[in-house]
């Protein structure tokens, strides 16, 4: 098992900013793409960011040039900045990996956290 531990969420004004991180840990796994998906009630689940183990990145069109996503590979840990925050960026945010055993391949989630924006 990969356990997946995030932080960093909260209550944030409008136009403010935010850095969620997520800590992997789970012994013998190689861990590729991290990413952070996010769920806003009565919506589905959908991908905010992901990165490689290499740095490449993806982002969704709803955050693109307000967020960053960054990964330390040392310490299995992703990171989420993100700015100019708006009202319909309240979700709870899940980091989520593909981590790889022998020769299976695994995907984790974390337990979520709540980021709400709103004045």
């Known amino acids: 098992q990969v356990q997946l531990v995030e932080s960093g969420g909260g209550l944030v004004q409008p136009g403010g900013s935010l850095r969620l991180s997520c800590a992997a840990s789970?012994?013998?796994?190689?861990?590729?793409?991290m990413g952070w998906y996010r769920q806003a009630p009565g919506k589905e689940r959908e991908l905010v960011a992901a990165?490689?183990?290499?740095?490449?990145?993806n982002y969704a069109d709803s955050v693109k040039g307000r967020a960053t996503i960054s990964r330390d590979n040392a310490k299995n840990t992703v990171y989420l900045q993100m700015n100019s925050l708006r009202p319909e960026d309240t979700a709870v945010y899940y980091c989520n990996c593909n981590a790889k055993k022998s020769f299976y391949e695994y995907i984790f989630w974390g337990q979520g956290t709540q980021v709400t924006v709103s004045s």
């Open positions: 789970g012994s013998g796994f190689s861990i590729n793409v």
């Open positions: 990165i490689s183990s290499g740095g490449s990145t």
